[in-house]
């Protein structure tokens, strides 16, 4: 299906064979083939378009890349006749008979249907060379197109990124395709968020505990394998950090919980979609049940109409959940250097 998206349902299918031309497979492949493209797709289904910018039916290498498969296994029964002659003391045989079904095709751990999990038996029973198995793994993969989608970047000199105005904001951190360096560290990040930001606080605002719409440092978070509503994240900074101690972008980036009551949402911070809204405060996320969770880090599991939306979030300590984030605040980025 599409996901509601208007793109329409789009529907991929399959068949592999051994290397061995004379095993069943390999010998019956253009009865599959005619039987998936022309019988059952076409006539009984009436498949008859393909994918823009790729073949209706073509080889694995030519198939654009997609999350799975359905696929078809030929089974069948052969008659054999086989016939003595006494006089040469010999035996011939001769094929006379062919029953051939057409079955979901059964792959490994009990996945059937699934063109992948196919090609994985056949080359476990040594039926496919690595190399071949590969590259079906390219192209039928199950990890969102992530990797297929970075080859595919690769193999054209791009690369995953966000080209950010220097002229507004400073990165303070990144991860994975993001990564340019170790993330700022105490000084540089404080330095950066109260003081040098377009919207550092003034003296007096510091004092009194609490900032005035205009003196709200904000810091934006990108995320590129997030859903779309939690890709750009603007988080505004509603208080002064109560110490001198804790590292703010420390505790975003790799702890769990409110920074002993320094990172507590809708009293020190609120979360926006847009730097439009984060300056002014319009139209704050919300939480489900009004609860911010503070083991996902930065986003609470919260959304712009209050909604719980999970996994969007990111520890820098390991490979978890999402990847590709970075973290910029409104700073110039030769502001204070």
């Not at 498949?47 to 498969?69: D, F, I, K, L």
């Not at 109260?194 to 605002?205: K, N």
């Amino acid at each position: 299906g599409d996901n509601s998206n208007g793109e329409g349902q789009i529907h991929c299918h399959g068949l592999a064979w051994s290397n061995d031309a004379n095993d069943a497979t390999a010998r019956y492949r253009g009865n599959n083939i005619f039987y998936v493209a022309m019988y059952d797709h076409m006539y009984v289904r009436g498949y008859v378009e393909n994918v823009p910018g790729a073949p209706m039916c073509g080889c694995v290498e030519q198939m654009p890349t997609v999350s799975r498969s359905d696929c078809t296994q030929v089974d069948l029964v052969e008659t054999i006749k086989i016939v003595y002659d006494s006089s040469a003391s010999a035996f011939t045989g001769k094929l006379v008979e062919v029953d051939l079904t057409f079955n979901a095709c059964r792959g490994i751990h009990n996945r059937n249907n699934d063109l992948y999990a196919y090609m994985a038996k056949l080359f476990y029973q040594g039926d496919l060379t690595p190399s071949q198995f590969g590259e079906a793994g390219q192209i039928i993969t199950n990890t969102n197109c992530d990797q297929a989608t970075r080859m595919g970047l690769n193999n054209n000199g791009m690369s995953i990124g966000y080209d950010a105005d220097a002229a507004n904001w400073t990165k303070v951190a990144g991860r994975d395709d993001f990564f340019e360096g170790e993330p700022f560290g105490y000084k540089a990040f404080m330095d950066s968020f109260f003081v040098h930001s377009q919207t550092a606080p003034s003296e007096a605002s510091i004092q009194a505990g609490t900032f005035p719409v205009g003196e709200t440092p904000i810091m934006m978070r990108i995320c590129y394998t997030c859903v779309a509503t939690h890709r750009y994240i603007f988080y505004r900074r509603l208080t002064p950090m109560k110490d001198d101690t804790t590292n703010l972008l420390t505790h975003i980036l790799y702890h769990k919980g409110n920074a002993n009551g320094q990172n507590v949402w809708n009293v020190d911070f609120s979360l926006h979609s847009t730097m439009q809204d984060a300056l002014s405060g319009d139209n704050p996320w919300q939480c489900p049940d009004n609860t911010f969770n503070y083991n996902a880090l930065f986003t609470g599991n919260c959304s712009p109409d209050g909604s719980r939306v999970n996994n969007q979030h990111s520890y820098f300590s390991h490979q978890h959940l999402q990847q590709d984030i970075a973290y910029y605040v409104n700073k110039p980025l030769e502001e204070g250097v």
